[in-house]
């Protein structure tokens, strides 16, 4: 495939600054993510998740829109959005948030970063937070400004990530602590790097802020890494699977809450902020959620690929839950699944049916993350 191919989706969507990079460096297949293109196939899915594992890969997630918040009140009205308590984010800091309505629903889990006392960027799932915030600002009372900056993230992911980094950007790159952020260049090309990404391993994100220098930058980062064992790539279903990270759409979306997820941690009801969603999340802790997620190991023949419908868990002839992302590990030697199941059927070790595009197959309930639990691969 060339660079100069078409893809069917129309101008409405996006490219990215990397997409020709990309297209040259052997991706064959594209999804839409955030109203772009994103890279979903260099190969074998199987042979990307060993390089993510094994060494490390590169892969365009510009998808992962900014949404910026700046002025006087840039705090105040970062922690409306957000339940999780940012009293104590320091400028340099990254955090995993959620974002909520009126109801308590999930309607993004981002990466929030604060890049400045009133300067944040929210690093955004699939949904269409950039309006959300801007209509929010509308009505609250707040002096901020709300917009898309030209940013444009990169994840470099795997064991020798560290490796990589320390070629392009000098030895004093290699203090940046997990969940911080600092601002770099380069060869003169403007990047925020933070030590985040979507893959449960090691791993940087690079913030391009100036497009036009796309396809530059990934160049000069595949030449750097190229000898270390970097392969272009595109995030591994398998890995983010096995470490229990959700896909926005999939595991999570507007009817889906905190405490269904075993996110608790991440809602501070403690508090005199009258964030959104707050009151009920009160109702919802306090009642207890009905539903809730857990991991499933189903039986039989290795799955070919991920679920692309939400498959019916069945307990005793009842459907009590649904399958949300469901693939098989090499690694592990057996199909993993994140579920949604009603409580009263979400017990450990219990056997439930899953109706697969195969047939039904039997499964057992287990704990989840399946492969490093405590992030310790990520963090170290």
């Not at 900014?66 to 308590?85: K, N, W, Y």
């Not at 009293?87 to 929030?112: E, F, H, W």
């Not at 890494?225 to 896909?247: A, D, F, N, Q, Y």
């Not at 902020?273 to 039989?300: H, N, S, T, Y």
Request: aromatic share 8%; with cysteine.
């Amino acid at each position: 495939m060339t660079q100069t191919q078409d893809f069917g989706f129309g101008t409405q969507i996006r490219k990215s600054p990397y997409f020709d990079a990309t297209v040259r460096w052997g991706a064959t297949g594209f999804s839409v993510y955030n109203h772009m293109y994103i890279p979903r196939d260099f190969g074998d899915p199987v042979q990307n998740f060993w390089n993510l594992i094994n060494d490390a890969i590169l892969c365009d997630v510009a998808v992962e829109r900014q949404v910026e918040i700046t002025g006087p009140d840039a705090a105040r009205f970062a922690q409306l959005l957000t339940p999780r308590d940012l009293s104590k984010m320091a400028v340099g800091q990254c955090k995993y948030v959620l974002i909520t309505n009126a109801q308590g629903g999930i309607l993004n889990d981002p990466i929030m970063l604060r890049l400045a006392e009133n300067h944040f960027w929210i690093s955004l799932a699939d949904s269409d937070i950039l309006l959300w915030a801007q209509g929010v600002a509308v009505h609250s009372g707040m002096d901020v400004t709300i917009r898309e900056p030209d940013v444009s993230p990169l994840q470099l992911q795997g064991p020798k990530s560290g490796q990589v980094m320390r070629a392009l950007f000098g030895d004093a790159i290699m203090d940046l602590r997990y969940y911080w952020l600092r601002q770099v260049e380069l060869d003169g090309i403007p990047l925020i790097v933070s030590r985040t990404g979507w893959s449960s391993e090691l791993g940087y994100e690079l913030y391009l802020q100036d497009s036009s220098r796309g396809d530059e930058l990934w160049e000069k980062i595949m030449a750097v890494g190229g000898p270390i064992g970097l392969k272009p790539g595109h995030t591994s279903s398998i890995r983010r699977i096995e470490g229990g990270m959700l896909s926005y759409h999939a595991d999570a979306d507007i009817n889906t809450n905190p405490y269904e997820l075993g996110l608790d941690r991440l809602v501070n009801l403690d508090t005199e902020v009258d964030f959104i969603g707050k009151a009920a999340l009160r109702r919802i802790r306090d009642e207890g959620p009905a539903r809730r997620q857990v991991g499933l190991v189903i039986e039989g023949e290795p799955l070919s690929g991920p679920n692309t419908t939400f498959w019916p868990v069945t307990l005793d002839g009842r459907t009590v839950g649904k399958v949300t992302s469901a693939i098989h590990s090499p690694r592990l030697g057996q199909n993993i699944a994140l579920a949604m199941l009603v409580v009263d059927a979400a017990h450990l070790g219990a056997s439930v049916q899953v109706q697969t595009r195969t047939g039904v197959m039997a499964a057992t309930i287990v704990e989840q993350p399946f492969y490093d639990p405590k992030k310790s691969i990520a963090a170290a």
